[in-house]
């Protein structure tokens, strides 16, 4: 049961919620930071987790990764990461509540990318 | 047009006792994104880990002294609203220590730098289809904007609850109360080096 919910980890956006994507994620480092800086700090926090920055479909737990892997020592960063991680967490805490998952089982998927 | 957070085409209607928010949807998003109120978020600090038992205990006074189960401290931000201090929250907005910023009712004080009063959510129509309304509960609201020296609007000093009530003047300078000592707390631990 458990490795058939893991299986689909965005398979429904909960109560209207648009899916995380990478360039949600850069848009709103854009705000901040301007698009150069942005990109930058995304592809190398990307590369820490090792997930492709390009990608259309990284689950949201991936994304939650990599803007836990961004070098907050910056306050505007750490500060854009703040929001950023309440919406990934948001979806994911929502969409697993639709498909039945655990806390539990959301923590384990987070920290082992499993 | 009036901002509805889930039918954007529908019109706003009064809601009784309180003027509803006039605010198109470009004056929020503008609001919200404006990147010189996010770099004053982020020059006091105010999305830094640990709780800070001033703004705590203003949460815990006010929701008791209005006698409803919370009370918050909100940061709006871009993308989401962040709780810098909560009292009585659980569940999934407790996990997340916020939600996403299009379910944010502190929004609205955030792009009008005015209060917002919501006495009978599934009757109001800025909020009555919000999910904080159909899915968590969320009945009344009253929000009372927190404006840095600066003149920047960060987010709000709130209460909530799970049924509908009336705020009366009293309730609401009581909470302007706590604002104003939630705010000088904030101005407090404003970073030296942006100063």
């Not at chain 2, 957070?5 to 706003?12: D, E, M, T």
């Not at chain 2, 004056?27 to 830094?48: F, V």
């Amino acid at each position: 049961m458990t490795e058939q919910l893991l299986a689909r980890p965005d398979a429904a956006p909960p109560f209207a919620l648009q899916r995380p994507t990478h360039a949600l994620v850069l848009e709103s480092l854009e705000r901040y930071l301007g698009p150069e800086e942005a990109a930058e700090i995304w592809l190398a926090a990307c590369r820490v987790v090792r997930i492709d920055a390009e990608a259309d479909q990284t689950p949201a737990h991936d994304l939650l990764k990599a803007v836990g892997a961004l070098d907050v020592s910056d306050r505007l960063v750490a500060t854009c990461a703040t929001g950023l991680r309440i919406r990934l967490m948001s979806y994911m805490i929502l969409a697993d509540k639709q498909q039945g998952v655990s806390t539990m089982v959301r923590i384990e998927r987070t920290t082992t990318g499993c | 047009m009036l901002v509805n957070p889930i039918h954007p085409n529908s019109a706003a209607s009064a809601a009784p006792g309180f003027p509803v928010p006039a605010v198109t949807d470009a004056q929020m998003q503008a609001a919200l994104k404006q990147r010189e109120r996010l770099q004053e978020i982020a020059s006091l600090g105010l999305t830094s880990p640990g709780t800070d038992r001033i703004l705590q205990d203003a949460c815990t006074e006010a929701a008791n002294a209005l006698g409803l189960p919370i009370g918050l401290v909100t940061v709006v931000l871009d993308e989401a609203q962040h709780f810098a201090a909560q009292h009585g929250l659980q569940g999934w907005m407790e996990e997340a220590n916020g939600t996403p910023v299009e379910w944010s009712f502190c929004r609205f004080s955030v792009a009008t730098k005015e209060e917002f009063v919501v006495e009978d959510a599934e009757h109001h129509a800025l909020v009555q289809q919000n999910p904080l309304v159909t899915m968590d509960g969320l009945r009344c609201y009253a929000g009372i904007p927190l404006i840095s020296s600066r003149g920047f609007a960060l987010g709000s000093f709130c209460v909530a609850g799970t049924e509908s009530r009336r705020f009366s003047d009293s309730d609401l300078m009581t909470l302007r109360g706590f604002a104003v000592t939630a705010i000088a707390r904030i101005e407090a631990r404003r970073l030296p080096a942006n100063d």
